[in-house]
């Protein structure tokens, strides 16, 4: 396996190597190339954002070209299906995607400063949970995970969720995260009763639980949550092994209920910032071109067949990596 | 059992009835069938003919009036209501209806205040008829419009796209399994009894979802339906060459009814004592997340919040504090013309917020400069020129729940932001409390010193 110390940014003879001996037009998904035609793609030649935008490729054979001869810094290609692509004119629809970025994840053990094996080994975890209430809840099944570099980008092409607008698409980012602390009241006609989401096995109480869980197994000393001191973290640190065991009754009264509601209240607000929000509800955003050099960490854009054993230091290292060290 | 109709006017029922009542003769005259109807309703107050509409257009103004005052009156008084939620009165209510929604969707359009008020007032004078009634006629009632509004007994999720976009429903507040909604109590029973430990499943069914939810999507819907049905009238009526100069009269009305419940009682922004003069800013009644971004931001998202959060907040705290209940859109310089508060006070405020990143905005990426003039609304050019106006939208502030979205590291909420859902509420809000704290204070010293 690569060490992350070696991932400096790739220099341009390595681009040019890895576009010329390693890239292949065939390591571009096929829910890319079927749809090339109607969409945009845009490039970074020289490290400073993707300003060669707006560009168009009617067959993956003058994508191939385009990669060989220009081997760009990055490559990228729209989530949205256009009419006119070049214009950015006539929108149809647009992939659902989630951007699980392992340096933005709120809580992160590592405390590292960019990203590192730990953080994202976290950040495919989180992809995990995102994919099971894709399935789950929202019965969605055309989904792909691509590891693009520095984490993850699920992307989903159900034609059922390609044509919903922003806001839909931000009522399900807050779903998959557990944006919001479930209620726990509910009046009967002549009573009240109480559910805490953690005895609730299914819907949206049973995906929050599961973030919570996540989340509170994650914490460490230095995290901070909103409304929660210093010593009800401590508490919370102290009886995390309950929530392991999935002794959720008994850890709450441990913590105290009124406690139990700030711990839960604020790992919610957190939960937020999960994945990047901004790119889910953007409809015409540009994500890197899976199979594409991410060149600032010299690693490879993949689609990832099985999310729960991939590594990317085995699977998305190019070649010329491995040469640096000879 | 009370008229499908009284519920769901766009029921087929309803549509019937329509067609068989429907035509504008005489709906602006005297009918006392209507009039027997409101005077007769259990606890009506008529000690005052105000109270007593007379006529179809009478009853159509009453039904928004009705809604206007009871979220923003005081002394608002339901019994002066009480004909709305007479099941008799299910006739003159539902050409009413028609009348309102052909009114709004003829002048005012879909997307104006008028619509939406109109849309969220149907759903009130249903949760309002449902509560009136005994629970089994209730129950029946709603499963019955329900039934006709799904087709099938099990829904996926995104047949109810419209109503989570517009927001009437959170996909949170759903059951959700494989991607369908659960409503029916077997299939819930059916899909989770095996899951649950300790607790009776057909408790938490009638806790989780129960009549409760099944009302909610029902209500919704209808809403829903209202909204499209005002937009099919707007469509229609844009090919057409005259509207009925009836419904221009109802709908110059609704608007009168509107206005002057925001002279009397602030309605629709959330802004209280008034309309809200553009002033000096009070850097006092920023909210937190104002607040926060104000003292600079790490690199990240420095960007969006300068760019996309400060510069809207700031420009319309200071120049146009009440877009919101206006709900008219303005150019800057319809209020700054000589653009000298722009320049003097509203940019260098934003400066020194970029000034205060690290590292500094600007200096780190000059071309920012462009893209914070475009959200002014002048272009994508280096400096604010009046010439360059209208290039670009001036960019309205964004909502708490955008912030949550783009900016979660902002949003620290205090016990005032629980009441509102836009950062420039928030300001007014405060800047109203801190002027009736300092007036109150004021006028305490002045007492004092008399007193001596």
């Given at each position: 396996m690569v060490k992350i110390e070696y991932l400096t940014p790739a220099t341009p003879k390595e681009r040019k190597q890895y576009y010329k001996e390693e890239w292949n037009i065939k390591q571009v998904p096929d829910f890319v190339t079927h749809s090339i035609q109607e969409r945009e793609f845009g490039f970074d030649h020289v490290g400073r954002g993707p300003n060669d935008r707006y560009k168009v490729f009617k067959t993956p054979d003058l994508l191939k070209r385009f990669l060989k001869v220009r081997t760009p810094f990055a490559a990228y290609c729209s989530v949205a299906f256009y009419d006119k692509p070049r214009r950015r004119d006539g929108w149809n629809k647009a992939e659902l995607v989630f951007d699980v970025d392992a340096k933005d994840i709120p809580i992160r053990t590592c405390n590292c400063e960019g990203v590192c094996e730990i953080c994202l080994n976290e950040a495919r975890e989180i992809v995990c949970g995102i994919i099971d209430t894709l399935k789950g809840d929202l019965g969605l099944s055309n989904i792909h995970v691509i590891y693009s570099g520095r984490g993850y980008h699920v992307r989903v092409l159900d034609n059922d969720v390609m044509g919903v607008d922003s806001d839909v698409r931000s009522q399900i980012v807050k779903y998959l995260v557990g944006a919001d602390a479930p209620e726990n009241e509910y009046s009967l006609d002549f009573e009240k009763v109480s559910y805490e989401h953690f005895v609730i096995p299914f819907g949206y109480p049973k995906v929050f639980t599961e973030r919570v869980k996540y989340s509170i197994l994650h914490l460490n000393d230095k995290t901070e949550l909103e409304d929660v001191n210093k010593k009800l973290l401590k508490d919370v640190l102290k009886y995390r092994e309950l929530i392991k065991t999935n002794e959720w009754g008994l850890f709450k009264n441990k913590i105290g209920p009124q406690r139990y509601k700030k711990v839960v209240n604020g790992i919610a607000s957190l939960n937020m910032s999960l994945v990047d929000a901004k790119v889910s509800i953007d409809l015409k955003r540009i994500l890197r071109l899976p199979s594409s050099l991410h060149s600032m960490v010299s690693m490879k854009c993949t689609e990832v067949k099985n999310i729960e054993t991939f590594d990317p230091f085995k699977e998305a290292v190019p070649k010329f990596v491995y040469e640096r060290n000879k | 059992m009370v008229s499908v109709a009284f519920i769901n006017p766009l029921s087929d029922e309803g549509k019937s009835l329509v067609r068989e009542l429907g035509a504008f003769e005489g709906v602006r005259s005297d009918n006392n069938e209507l009039i027997h109807i409101v005077t007769e309703s259990r606890s009506q107050e008529i000690s005052d003919d105000a109270f007593i509409p007379r006529s179809y257009l009478d009853l159509a103004v009453k039904r928004i009036e009705w809604y206007a005052k009871k979220k923003n009156d005081r002394k608002f008084d339901n019994n002066q209501y009480e004909f709305l939620f007479n099941p008799e009165i299910y006739k003159f209510d539902l050409i009413a209806y028609f009348l309102l929604c052909q009114a709004v969707g003829v002048k005012s359009g879909p997307n104006s205040r008028e619509s939406r008020v109109l849309v969220e007032s149907q759903g009130k004078i249903i949760e309002y008829r449902l509560g009136k009634l005994v629970k089994s006629e209730?129950?029946?009632?709603?499963?019955?419009?329900?039934?006709?509004?799904?087709?099938?007994?099990?829904?996926k999720w995104t047949f109810f796209e419209d109503l989570i976009s517009s927001k009437k429903l959170k996909l949170q507040d759903m059951i959700l399994d494989k991607g369908e909604i659960i409503l029916d109590r077997d299939d819930f029973l059916d899909r989770f009894s095996s899951k649950i430990k300790g607790r009776k499943p057909e408790k938490m069914y009638e806790a989780l979802i129960g009549d409760r939810v099944?009302?909610?999507?029902?209500?919704?819907?209808?809403?829903?339906?209202?909204?499209?049905?005002?937009?099919?009238?707007?469509?229609?009526?844009?090919?057409?060459?005259?509207?009925?100069?009836?419904?221009?009269?109802l709908a110059d009305k609704?608007?009168?009814?509107?206005?002057?419940?925001?002279?009397?009682?602030?309605?629709?922004?959330?802004?209280?004592?008034?309309?809200?003069?553009?002033?000096?800013?009070?850097?006092?009644?920023?909210?937190?997340?104002?607040?926060?971004?104000?003292?600079?931001?790490?690199?990240?998202?420095?960007?969006?919040?300068?760019?996309?959060?400060?510069?809207?907040?700031?420009?319309?705290?200071?120049?146009?504090?009440?877009?919101?209940?206006?709900?008219?859109?303005?150019?800057?310089?319809?209020?700054?013309?000589?653009?000298?508060?722009?320049?003097?006070?509203?940019?260098?405020?934003?400066?020194?917020?970029?000034?205060?990143?690290?590292?500094?905005?600007?200096?780190?990426?000059?071309?920012?400069?462009?893209?914070?003039?475009?959200?002014?609304?002048?272009?994508?050019?280096?400096?604010?020129?009046?010439?360059?106006?209208?290039?670009?939208?001036?960019?309205?502030?964004?909502?708490?729940?955008?912030?949550?979205?783009?900016?979660?590291?902002?949003?620290?909420?205090?016990?005032?932001?629980?009441?509102?859902?836009?950062?420039?509420?928030?300001?007014?809000?405060?800047?109203?409390?801190?002027?009736k704290e300092s007036k109150k204070s004021a006028s305490n010293e002045k007492a004092s010193k008399n007193e001596e």
């Amino acid at each position: 396996m690569v060490k992350i110390e070696y991932l400096t940014p790739a220099t341009p003879k390595e681009r040019k190597q890895y576009y010329k001996e390693e890239w292949n037009i065939k390591q571009v998904p096929d829910f890319v190339t079927h749809s090339i035609q109607e969409r945009e793609f845009g490039f970074d030649h020289v490290g400073r954002g993707p300003n060669d935008r707006y560009k168009v490729f009617k067959t993956p054979d003058l994508l191939k070209r385009f990669l060989k001869v220009r081997t760009p810094f990055a490559a990228y290609c729209s989530v949205a299906f256009y009419d006119k692509p070049r214009r950015r004119d006539g929108w149809n629809k647009a992939e659902l995607v989630f951007d699980v970025d392992a340096k933005d994840i709120p809580i992160r053990t590592c405390n590292c400063e960019g990203v590192c094996e730990i953080c994202l080994n976290e950040a495919r975890e989180i992809v995990c949970g995102i994919i099971d209430t894709l399935k789950g809840d929202l019965g969605l099944s055309n989904i792909h995970v691509i590891y693009s570099g520095r984490g993850y980008h699920v992307r989903v092409l159900d034609n059922d969720v390609m044509g919903v607008d922003s806001d839909v698409r931000s009522q399900i980012v807050k779903y998959l995260v557990g944006a919001d602390a479930p209620e726990n009241e509910y009046s009967l006609d002549f009573e009240k009763v109480s559910y805490e989401h953690f005895v609730i096995p299914f819907g949206y109480p049973k995906v929050f639980t599961e973030r919570v869980k996540y989340s509170i197994l994650h914490l460490n000393d230095k995290t901070e949550l909103e409304d929660v001191n210093k010593k009800l973290l401590k508490d919370v640190l102290k009886y995390r092994e309950l929530i392991k065991t999935n002794e959720w009754g008994l850890f709450k009264n441990k913590i105290g209920p009124q406690r139990y509601k700030k711990v839960v209240n604020g790992i919610a607000s957190l939960n937020m910032s999960l994945v990047d929000a901004k790119v889910s509800i953007d409809l015409k955003r540009i994500l890197r071109l899976p199979s594409s050099l991410h060149s600032m960490v010299s690693m490879k854009c993949t689609e990832v067949k099985n999310i729960e054993t991939f590594d990317p230091f085995k699977e998305a290292v190019p070649k010329f990596v491995y040469e640096r060290n000879k | 059992m009370v008229s499908v109709a009284f519920i769901n006017p766009l029921s087929d029922e309803g549509k019937s009835l329509v067609r068989e009542l429907g035509a504008f003769e005489g709906v602006r005259s005297d009918n006392n069938e209507l009039i027997h109807i409101v005077t007769e309703s259990r606890s009506q107050e008529i000690s005052d003919d105000a109270f007593i509409p007379r006529s179809y257009l009478d009853l159509a103004v009453k039904r928004i009036e009705w809604y206007a005052k009871k979220k923003n009156d005081r002394k608002f008084d339901n019994n002066q209501y009480e004909f709305l939620f007479n099941p008799e009165i299910y006739k003159f209510d539902l050409i009413a209806y028609f009348l309102l929604c052909q009114a709004v969707g003829v002048k005012s359009g879909p997307n104006s205040r008028e619509s939406r008020v109109l849309v969220e007032s149907q759903g009130k004078i249903i949760e309002y008829r449902l509560g009136k009634l005994v629970k089994s006629e209730r129950n029946e009632i709603v499963n019955n419009i329900l039934n006709s509004l799904l087709s099938s007994s099990t829904h996926k999720w995104t047949f109810f796209e419209d109503l989570i976009s517009s927001k009437k429903l959170k996909l949170q507040d759903m059951i959700l399994d494989k991607g369908e909604i659960i409503l029916d109590r077997d299939d819930f029973l059916d899909r989770f009894s095996s899951k649950i430990k300790g607790r009776k499943p057909e408790k938490m069914y009638e806790a989780l979802i129960g009549d409760r939810v099944k009302e909610l999507v029902m209500i919704k819907m209808v809403m829903q339906n209202t909204e499209d049905y005002i937009q099919k009238v707007s469509e229609k009526s844009d090919r057409e060459i005259e509207p009925n100069p009836i419904l221009l009269e109802l709908a110059d009305k609704i608007s009168e009814v509107l206005v002057s419940s925001v002279q009397s009682y602030g309605f629709g922004g959330g802004s209280r004592g008034g309309s809200i003069k553009a002033s000096a800013l009070n850097p006092k009644a920023f909210p937190p997340c104002v607040k926060k971004v104000m003292e600079g931001m790490k690199s990240g998202g420095r960007n969006d919040a300068i760019i996309m959060f400060l510069t809207p907040f700031v420009s319309y705290a200071r120049l146009y504090p009440s877009v919101f209940s206006e709900n008219i859109t303005k150019q800057i310089s319809d209020i700054d013309p000589a653009l000298s508060v722009v320049q003097n006070e509203v940019l260098p405020l934003i400066f020194g917020a970029a000034e205060r990143c690290t590292p500094p905005l600007f200096e780190d990426q000059p071309q920012d400069k462009v893209n914070l003039n475009a959200k002014l609304g002048f272009g994508m050019h280096e400096n604010v020129e009046l010439k360059y106006e209208g290039e670009t939208t001036w960019y309205t502030p964004m909502s708490c729940e955008k912030i949550k979205l783009h900016l979660p590291s902002l949003c620290k909420p205090d016990e005032h932001c629980k009441k509102i859902g836009n950062p420039l509420s928030y300001y007014n809000r405060m800047v109203w409390i801190i002027r009736k704290e300092s007036k109150k204070s004021a006028s305490n010293e002045k007492a004092s010193k008399n007193e001596e």
